[in-house]
């Protein structure tokens, strides 16, 4: 299993970025989803957005970052990504992808499958 997030940078507030989670290696058919989430310098991980990847359709978002991200995916290319917009100081955070088990309408990461995130610095 091999994620790769990808699309993070520096950004104004109020502007936008759009991160992309590759899922490069062989996936267990048990993990039917992918969630986003980040860490911020000095606090928890923060859950952010899921997506039904294998055998549905569904997803998820925390009240902090409704209205504002949208995650996506493209099935053919194994493609799942994050549109962030109207950026606050802070979403400054490390974004990270992981593979997770979708239920009760949400998605629940699997600790360990992960990639190694990308940087998204608000100012």
């Known amino acids: 299993v091999q994620l790769v997030e990808s699309g993070g940078g520096s950004v104004q507030a109020g502007g936008s970025l759009k991160l992309s989670c590759k899922n490069a290696g062989d996936s267990p058919r048990s993990y039917n989803c992918i969630e986003w989430f980040r860490r911020a310098p000095g606090k928890q991980y923060e859950e952010l957005a899921g997506i039904v990847t294998y055998g549905g359709a569904g997803t998820w978002y925390a009240e902090s970052v409704k209205n504002r991200f949208t995650i996506s995916q493209d099935k053919k290319t194994n493609m799942v990504y994050l549109q962030m917009n109207n950026l606050k100081e802070e979403d400054t955070a490390m974004y990270y992808c992981?593979?997770?088990?979708w239920g009760d309408g949400k998605c629940y990461p699997a600790a360990g499958y992960w990639g190694q995130g990308t940087q998204v610095t608000v100012s």
């Open positions: 992981a593979l997770g088990d």
